[in-house]
T-cell receptor, first 111, second 114 residues
Framework: QQQVKQSPQSLIVQKGGISIINCAYE??????FPWYQQFPGKGPALLIA?????SEKKEGRFTISFNKSAKQFSLHIMDSQPGDSATYFC??????????FGPGTRLSVLP | NAGVTQTPKFQVLKTGQSMTLQCAQD?????MSWYRQDPGMGLRLIHY???????DQGEVPNGYNVSRSTTEDFPLRLLSAAPSQTSVYFC?????????????FGPGTRLLVL
């Protein structure tokens, strides 16, 4: 019940395209859903996050869509750029503790 | 601010050896945690602390010990290293304020156990 599933495992997108990564969870007690971006050799860094009281959050080219009834959330990267090539992790937590991470999606944006 | 710092960056151990991975933060964050990252498994929580003197187990605590004597430092100890502990270890800190749950990660320690 603590697991967060993430797909796809890897994604290749052309420059300017839309990248979509999906996550699903089971624990309805989760109340915070962040996405992290990780470049090779670096620690993950918070990209964008959402709480279940809203269905969508947008920050620049990055948008989280949240479907509480389906227990799913997704990351959309609009106008994908080669600099977006990284590994993306979705996560979930309850009360800011015990974050549970998805297995990650390796995104490659071709120039 | 240096943020979250971790030492060493890379370490090779032999099976049975012990070592301590250091983690420090200068942001006065109450909440700190240790994760291990393995291919295809994301990050898994090892131990966490909600403040000095308070620690608790995460998802994969076996083989690891932690202590939190100060707000700034949160070392992770491997008492008797095993090849299964070969991984990349990340320390993170979080401000303990309502509505702010951003985790700040360190650069990681890559550990190889032979």
């Amino acid at each position: 019940q603590q697991q967060v599933k993430q797909s796809p495992q890897s994604l290749i997108v052309q420059k300017g395209g839309i990248s979509i990564i999906n996550c699903a969870y089971e624990n309805t007690a989760f109340d915070y859903f962040p996405w992290y971006q990780q470049f090779p050799g670096k620690g993950p860094a918070l990209l964008i996050a959402i709480r279940p009281d809203v269905s969508e959050k947008k920050e620049g080219r990055f948008t989280i869509s949240f479907n509480k009834s389906a227990k799913q959330f997704s990351l959309h990267i609009m106008d994908s750029q080669p600099g977006d090539s990284a590994t993306y992790f979705c996560a979930a937590s309850t009360g800011g503790q015990n974050f549970v991470f998805g297995p990650g999606t390796r995104l490659s944006v071709l120039p | 601010n240096a943020g979250v710092t971790q030492t060493p960056k890379f370490q090779v151990l032999k099976t049975g050896q012990s070592m301590t991975l250091q983690c420090a933060q200068d942001m006065n964050h109450e909440y700190m945690s240790w994760y291990r990252q393995d291919p295809g498994m994301g990050l898994r929580l090892i131990h966490y602390s909600v403040g000095a003197g308070i620690t608790d187990q995460g998802e994969v605590p076996n083989g690891y010990n932690v202590s939190r004597s100060t707000t700034e430092d949160f070392p992770l100890r491997l008492l008797s290293a095993a090849p299964s502990q070969t991984s990349v270890y990340f320390c993170a800190s979080t401000p303990w304020e309502s509505g702010i749950e951003t985790q700040y990660f360190g650069p990681g320690t890559r550990l190889l156990v032979l």
